[in-house]
């Protein structure tokens, strides 16, 4: 009985991962296929190589959006790091005037939909003439609410002590900052980069309307302009850059898993 | 180094914290504040080493005026009561970062960190993480990077609660030890009578956000200066009976009846003026006996009795008033009546003002006493 | 005994003396990166959108005529924003449902404590991993006519040749499957961690007293686990009405502006049609629909973070 309930439990278990996974499985074997075998629906092939991976890096930017993903991205998280964890150790730790105000407007464009701002926003790119440019692309998100508050509620946890020990040691606030509060909080910190780097490697919209070559193109537009382009019916490529666009993000998912579990819950993302 | 507190005052927003603490702490003197929860002991610690400025008053190490000094410049040492480890670096690291303020060269620093780790025996765990040790081991450590800083002011914030009851015994004696060692001056807060009374060379009892008195641990139980002190001081508690004093009968009116229902009167030593009054008795000093021996005896029933072995607690009632006699010897634990002896001695029984709280003592007795209230 | 240095206080409520600035002299230079960022691209603009949506703009987006709530009487008499609207709302609708459901499904496979559950665990919470934009080109080549098994799986069932993202029903499950998958890894992870915290004691309890596996998920696992699903809820409802990335890429906001989503109609009013105007009162009207949402959470589940 006990047996026969295990089973079905596994069972179910490999058939909705199969079916879960069965858009990304059959992405990856079709960019191992070569196109004259997908357009024929020989999806049974064994001709299987990484011919697609190839070309795909010969004949398409492919690797220039990946790269310059990557620098967007790591800017900004590195930006975020920054700019959130100083203001977060204002609301956490020093006291000030007007500082539920201040707190209540940072939580407040957490309301506002970037959607709503991206007219005004482009103009603005356009007067600083950063348009299809590494500042137009990461200066704009060097801060987030969400990121303010969720490293202002991991300081929080910070025993009341630790700040005292610092100041009979005699550790300045940038010392207390970097030395104690940081590694104490590291896991929230690490579960904030990753989230960061991930959104921003995902970015659509911004870039969408802000770059308009290839020099700067990060990988998700860059998807855009490879389907939309003569390579359109070649099936085969179109899905090698797919995969190579979402591994780097996949990856840190599956590393990450386990801040992704406790930190978000936690602190309540999604921006 | 000799601390010197002089009409501090603490308020937090319009709540009053602590009113017009005045107090010396010697040179090399195991200081103990003791009191109830919220009774301002650990404001008293954050406002001497910096961490807190007082609303009024000032603060003087040795004969400087340190009342303004920023926290790291009055060099001294502090265990807090969940120990502030930082979980993130080893043992060592720990001990090695709190030397952080005093530029010492490496070789310094290890001896330094070996040294205190010797000093609470905890040389084998140098390298581990504080969660990976016992709340008595992370106690030590946090002992450890006190004393390695080698401050001659040392404060600690209830170091021993969080511990269970027989490591906190342990403790007492390493920290009594430790501080016979190292000779600093040791200020210690605890709530716990107990704690106050074994380790302190002197003790200051705070309630209700005053002073109540300071003192030797003997002084303070044997002179209690007002009702707060006599039974906050002792374990188990005093006594205490609300009582009328006939001077010119010389006798003492109990609330309570002897056996034939009339109210039940004790001898009075001397000096006390006629009034009500709030008398404390110590449980060790109520004699309890199953017959009855003199005509000043009470009868009592006996509610419970907790045998200890060596002694007995016996908890006793007559007419409603319960209270506690603490005897040298087993008793009977199915006995239903006792009688029960006051004490006579002057010294033995305590009289408060039923108003003040204050001590009503005769001259003679007055005189003896040196230490006390401003 | 209780004392204030037992728990976990915020250092706030006492600076030190030494360390008492001005208010312009400390707090300040912490909060100013982020401050100068907030006003420049989301406070200032947020003010422009307003105010271009009360003005008839011109093709380069500069303010040219103050039309008051014209903007907004044009949209909401246009039944072609009524559509986009309606067609916004059974998206949300559907794929919030549906994305809780699914994520509720794998979470309450995958905490069975088995052999292997960490495998399972990472294949459910892949689709995180993977950006709205790789996720649409994989259901692309799913739905696509000739090549996509979806289409050839349907005509094997006698559908016939079908071209789901050229009907309009069609587009629209299209679009609604593929954003429940791409949202369902960031649910089930949520979900994962909530359910995992739940004490073992209480399923304990509940089987001693003989409960059923299904009376246990009612009335321990839904219970317990309730904040977290309302905030999953409320974040998917935001997600979902902020849905751009697919409609992009998959249909286009077609056949014939099914899938035309109001995100999606904003970005077309403005940068294909250059109607700025339009455009802003069209934000607005997103705007406020998610900060009606964004209000609910706070107010009901993040009370308790926000005051402690
Ligand atoms: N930062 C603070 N703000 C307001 N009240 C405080 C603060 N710190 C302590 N108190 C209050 O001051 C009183 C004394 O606290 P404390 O010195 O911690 O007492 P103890 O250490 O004797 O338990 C308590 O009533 C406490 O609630
Ligand atoms: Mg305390």
Known sequence: MKYAKRTIHYVLLILIALLVMAPLLLGIWASLLPTTDIVAGHFNSLNISLNNYVAAIQTTPVVLYMWNSLVISSLIMVGQLIFCTLAAYAFAFLQFRFKNGIFFAFLITMMLPFEAQIIPNFQTVRALGWLDSYPGLTIPFFTSAFGVFMLRQAFLQVPRELKEYSDLIGLGRLQFLTRIVLPYTRSTIITFVLYTFLTHWNAYLWPLITTFSDAHRPTQVGLKQLQSEDTFNNWGVIMATAIMVLLPTLLILIIGQRYFRKGLNAGGVKG | ?374 | ?308
């Open chain 2, 1 to 374: 180094m000799a601390i010197q507190l002089t009409h501090l005052t603490k308020h937090f927003g319009d709540t009053p914290v602590l009113d017009d603490i005045t107090a010396t702490i010697n040179e090399g003197e195991f200081y103990v504040l003791v009191g109830p929860s919220g009774s301002g002991k650990s404001t008293i610690l954050r406002i001497i080493a910096g961490l807190i400025p007082a609303t009024s008053g000032d603060i003087y190490f040795d004969d400087k005026k340190v009342t303004d000094a920023a926290p790291k410049d009055r060099h001294l040492a502090m265990v807090f009561q969940n120990y502030a480890l930082l979980p993130f670096m080893s043992v060592a690291e720990n001990i090695r970062f709190g030397l952080h303020n005093l530029h010492l060269s490496t070789a310094d620093e290890d001896a330094r960190v070996a040294d205190a780790l010797q000093m609470v025996h905890l040389s084998d765990l140098a390298d581990r993480k504080p969660k990976e040790l016992s709340g008595g081991q992370q106690q030590r450590v946090a002992v450890a990077r006190a004393i390695a800083t080698q401050a001659n002011l040392v404060l600690m914030d209830e170091p021993l609660s969080n511990l269970d009851a027989q490591l906190r015994t342990e403790m007492r004696e390493e920290l009594v030890e430790l501080h016979k060692a190292l000779k600093m001056t040791l200020i210690y807060v605890t709530h716990d009578q107990t704690e106050a009374m074994t380790m302190g060379e002197r003790i200051m009892v705070l309630n209700d956000h005053r002073i109540q008195q300071v003192g030797t641990p003997l002084e303070l139980y044997n002179h209690p200066q007002n009702a707060f002190v006599a039974t906050f001081i002792g374990s188990p508690k005093m006594n205490m009976f609300t009582v009328t004093v006939d001077a010119a009968a010389k006798t003492i009116t109990l609330p309570m009846v002897d056996e034939d229902g009339r109210p039940a009167l004790i001898p009075l030593p001397a000096g006390i003026p006629s009034g009500t009054y709030q008398l404390g008795v110590r449980p060790e000093k109520v004699r309890l006996s199953l017959a009855s021996a003199s005509e000043y005896d009470v009868p009592v029933t006996v509610v419970n009795v907790a045998s200890l072995g060596r002694a007995s607690n016996v908890a006793v009632k007559n007419s409603d008033v319960e209270f506690i006699a603490d005897i040298a010897e087993q008793f009977p634990e199915d006995a239903a009546k006792a009688f029960v002896t006051f004490p006579t001695a002057a010294a033995d029984l305590h009289f408060f003002a039923p108003d003040t709280g204050l001590a009503v003592t005769s001259a003679a007795e007055k005189a003896g006493v040196t230490d006390g209230i401003a």
């Open chain 3, 1 to 308: 005994m209780v004392s204030h240095n037992e728990t976990a206080v915020p250092a706030t409520a006492t600076p030190t003396p030494a360390k008492r600035h001005p208010w312009w002299r400390s707090a300040f230079w912490f909060l100013l990166p982020s401050l100068v960022i907030m006003t420049v691209f989301t406070y200032y603009p947020m003010v422009m959108t307003v105010f271009n949506s009360l003005f008839a703009t011109n093709l380069t987006g500069a303010a040219a005529k103050f039309v008051g709530f014209g903007n907004y009487v044009t949209i909401f008499s246009d039944p072609l924003f009524f559509k986009s609207l309606t067609n916004t709302f059974i998206f949300v609708a559907c794929d919030s449902v549906g994305v809780i459901l699914l994520a509720l499904l794998l979470a309450r496979l995958a905490t069975a404590r088995i052999r292997g559950a960490g495998f399972f665990r990472t294949a459910f919470a892949s689709t995180m991993g993977v950006s709205a934009a790789a996720a649409s080109i994989l259901w692309i080549f799913l739905f696509n006519p000739s090549v996509g098994l979806i289409s050839i799986g349907l005509k094997q069932l006698g559908f016939g040749n079908v071209n789901i993202l050229t009907d309009p029903t069609g587009a629209m499950i299209a679009v609604i499957l593929s954003s429940i998958w791409m949202g369902s890894g960031f649910a089930f992870l949520n979900l994962l961690g909530a359910l995992q915290s739940v004490p073992q004691d209480y399923y304990d309890v509940a089987s001693l007293a003989g409960w059923s596996s299904w009376r246990q998920t009612w009335k321990i696992t839904i219970p317990m686990v309730s904040p977290t699903l309302f905030f999953l809820i409320v974040v998917e409802v935001i997600g979902a009405f902020k849905t751009f990335t697919q409609i992009d890429l998959i249909t286009g906001g077609g056949p014939d502006n099914t899938t035309n989503f109001i995100a999606y109609k904003v970005y077309q009013d403005a940068f294909n049609y250059r109607n700025i105007g339009i455009a802003s009162a069209e934000a607005i009207v997103l705007t406020v629909i998610i900060a009606v949402a964004t209000w609910i959470q706070f107010r009901y589940t993040e009370r308790k973070v926000y005051y402690q």
